[in-house]
């Protein structure tokens, strides 16, 4: 995907179209960035610029009051403690739901690609059409679910709910990926008598390092980036930056101040952002493998 | 002997009944919790006395969830319409030679990486008729400006797409990107010695060849919009009135809020068997092509 494009591709003849070409390219640009830099700007703008209204204008003294208030004493209709709780809270739920789902999918993925059965389409049929399953139809079962182990509204709960929803999507990328490692290698790992769980973790794991960084970026993002799951299962103590910011942005007093929900909404997306940037091959990568699923 | 000595060993079927076990308790068994809730009188307390198809009933007559419905194929259309035609203008942009390739890549997929509900904040300041794009225009000298469609009960639903659109044209740009990088060198070579204009060359022979790429994409987009909610909290709140109300918020607001479980219920599987109907010709063809 990022090698170069082949020399055949020819390039737009006439000058005029080049140049209609690019004029395209730049409009599209500003307007992916317009959103962002506006939201960027006005977070850096004291409360007097806010009010003369010119949303497009640069900071004249540009100052980080609104993200020192977003951060740790914006109000959010329950308490005054800013997006600061929120962020902590999302990174001890992105964590190890991250890490348990996309281990828990690689080894489901591996055993489906191993797993010779006249049931194996009738079984990926099933897994497929789960990724689209709408989540209102499992909702309130799940609530049903959890509260009888007493995990509804707990920190527990809320990982549980985001591995098991999103262990379909992992284990079908990675059955995939399993589905072209050639079969000899875990032939012979088996020849050699080692287990199914053996073989996993000392020969195939090893090699999946690419495939690893790509699904761990995918499910990141998703988890961090969800509001209905952190808004319905994880509890007061846990809601996700995401709540903590909508509470934020439609509590009462917010409305005063929208240089500060624009701090707190630009923080709440940095994480992810750092993430997009830093691995930008890994998730034009993720993007591609997740398309063409099955 | 030898086989059964194996199957001792290397039991992958062991891990594949426990995976699908949990798929088929929280997946497939609670479809048919909520399918049988949708057949009873459950209001607050769940009460599992089959009453039929009532709440069919109650739901397709009531007003609020057919404006959802409504809204979703407007907005299910125009975005997935905008979308492709965006992205696939963009991919083929890209796919010419230019400068910059990556750079112009990385600023058309960030916003993948953003929430839709930051991307619904942010659309939402931007496009808010005071302090927005509208303001800002009329304080530059142009009185009359308008463009409140934030605020205007029937155009409010446009907005929304705006900022989807925005959302997930640069993943159908990738996606479709990606395809195009595959086409054969032969087949451009030909094009060319056949002298054929590079519109047609694209609607006639690269894209038909393409279809399954541009299937999934299609497919991608229409969970989207079924699945729509977080946009629509961020940004509208469903309103002006219920004017952008969505069947996914319709459905989480009378579980949770309004506390109406049997109608909610009725609501998800409703929801469930558009999707379902939607995707089965594409589940038809992927499951053929395996067999």
Redesign the interface.
Known sequence: ???S????????GPRAARFG??A??FV??A??????L??IS?SLKPMEEIRQ????AFPVKPTFDAWVTAWKSACTGLDCGGVRPGLWNSVKITVPAVVISTL?GA??G???A??K?RHA?L????????????????????V??LSSFGLFRTYCGIILVHV??G??YT?LLFRNFYVGVPEEISRAA?ME????FR?FRSVILPLSTNILVVVAILQF?GI?????LGL?FAGNDNLPM?VQ??NI?NNARGSAS?NV??AA?VI??IP??I???LS?RY??RG??AG???? | MRTWL?RQ????????VV??G??????????L??GY?SLTRSTLIPNYNFAGFDQYIRLFTNQRWLVSCLNMVIFGVLYIVGTLA?GT??SV??????RAE?L????????????????G???R??LDP????Q??VR?MGWESFTFDWLTDPDRAIYTLVIAGI?HSA??IM??I??GL?GVD?DL??AI?MEGIP?WRAYLQVIFPGMR??VT??V??LM?DV??G??LV??MTKGGPGIATEMP?KF??DY??ARVN?GL??A???S??VL??LL?APY?YS??RR??
Request: net charge positive.
């Open positions: 995907m990022t090698r494009p082949p020399f055949e591709r020819p390039v737009f070409l690019y395209f390219l599209s640009a307007f992916f960035l317009l959103p962002l506006l939201v006005n209204g010119n949303l497009l828990a080894l489901n591996y055993a489906l191993q797993w059965s389409n079984i990926m049929l099933l897994v497929m059409v789960g990724l689209f399953i709408p989540y209102q139809a499992m909702l309130y079962p799940t049903k679910i098991v929803y262990l379909p284990t088996r008598g080692a287990s199914f073989t993002t961090w980036n969800d509001y209905l319905i995401t910011l909508t942005v929208p929900n624009m909404a709440t997306a992810t952002l993430v997009y940037f930008g998730f034009v993007i591609a398309a063409v699923k099955g | 194996h060993t290397f039991r992958p079927d062991i891990t594949v995976f699908f949990v798929v088929a308790v929280f997946f497939y068994g609670s479809i919790w909520t809730m965006f203008l963009l942009f890209a796919d010419r030679r230019i990556s112009f890549r990385t600023i058309f997929l960030y916003p993948l990486a953003v929430s839709l509900i930051v991307t904040l942010s659309w300041w931007v005071v302090n927005g794009l303001g800002l304080g925005w640069g993943l990738v996606i990107l990606a990088r060198d451009w070579k060319r590079l399954p790429v999934s994409c497919v991608l969970s079924i699945r909610y977080d909290i961020a996914a459905a989480v579980y949770f479980l909610a219920s609501a998800s599987i929801m469930l999707s379902l995707l589940f992927e499951f395996r067999m």
